[in-house]
């Protein structure tokens, strides 16, 4: 299969809805006052939309090969996602989660976008975003529906590995 050969408007299009998208899901973050937001969001979905694009307009373009750089992409930005999960071993809670999820949407979302498929992209960034503004309130009305969520499990004591080890 040779290479796509895009408009710069089609181009610009892919990139600048990947870029809208990450961009409003990062602002989200940032309002609820996440340690990752707009400028984060934005260049992982700029970048993810811009390796995609540039993966179809190679001369030999080999979707084998565009789904094995989608597969590498999305592995390594759940790295990225990862390092925004933290345990708090003081409370028992764990936080980042939706978050670090988010990070690795936007990446998915950027590469619909940097693919063509702008239909699905938006489809799936409506849902996501509404869940995103609607979901606390369902929980909280949920918990109140049906009773209180389970107290934090109690972090373990940590073992002493070093003592009476042999």
Same mark, same amino acid.
């Given at each position: 299969?040779?290479?796509?050969?895009?408009?710069?408007?089609?181009?610009?299009?892919?990139?600048? #809805?990947? *870029?809208?998208? @990450?961009?409003?899901? @990062?602002?989200?973050?940032?309002?609820?006052?996440?340690?990752?937001? #707009?400028?984060?969001?934005?260049?992982? /979905?700029? @970048?993810?939309?811009?390796?995609? +694009?540039?993966?179809?307009?190679?001369?030999?373009?080999?979707?084998?090969?565009?789904?094995?750089?989608?597969?590498?992409?999305?592995?390594?930005?759940?790295?990225?996602?990862?390092?925004?999960?933290?345990?708090?071993?003081?409370?028992?809670?764990?936080?980042?989660?939706?978050? /670090?999820?988010?990070?690795?949407?936007?990446?998915?979302?950027?590469?619909?976008?940097?693919?063509?498929?702008?239909?699905?992209?938006?489809? +799936?960034?409506?849902?996501?975003?509404?869940?995103? #503004?609607?979901?606390?309130?369902?929980?909280? *009305?949920?918990?109140?529906?049906?009773?209180?969520?389970?107290?934090?499990?109690?972090?373990?004591?940590?073992?002493?590995?070093?003592?009476?080890?042999?």
């Amino acid at each position: 299969m040779t290479g796509t050969t895009l408009a710069i408007a089609d181009i610009a299009l892919r990139l600048g #809805l990947a *870029l809208l998208y @990450g961009g409003i899901i @990062g602002l989200n973050r940032d309002l609820h006052h996440k340690r990752v937001g #707009l400028r984060t969001f934005g260049l992982v /979905a700029l @970048g993810t939309a811009g390796m995609t +694009l540039g993966m179809l307009a190679g001369s030999a373009v080999d979707m084998a090969n565009v789904s094995r750089v989608v597969q590498g992409i999305l592995t390594g930005i759940g790295f990225l996602g990862a390092g925004v999960i933290l345990h708090r071993p003081d409370s028992g809670r764990t936080t980042g989660l939706t978050t /670090a999820a988010a990070i690795w949407f936007t990446a998915g979302l950027a590469v619909l976008c940097g693919l063509g498929e702008l239909l699905l992209a938006t489809e +799936l960034f409506a849902i996501a975003f509404t869940l995103l #503004l609607t979901g606390r309130r369902i929980e909280l *009305l949920a918990e109140r529906w049906f009773g209180q969520p389970a107290p934090p499990v109690r972090p373990r004591e940590p073992v002493n590995r070093d003592v009476g080890e042999d």
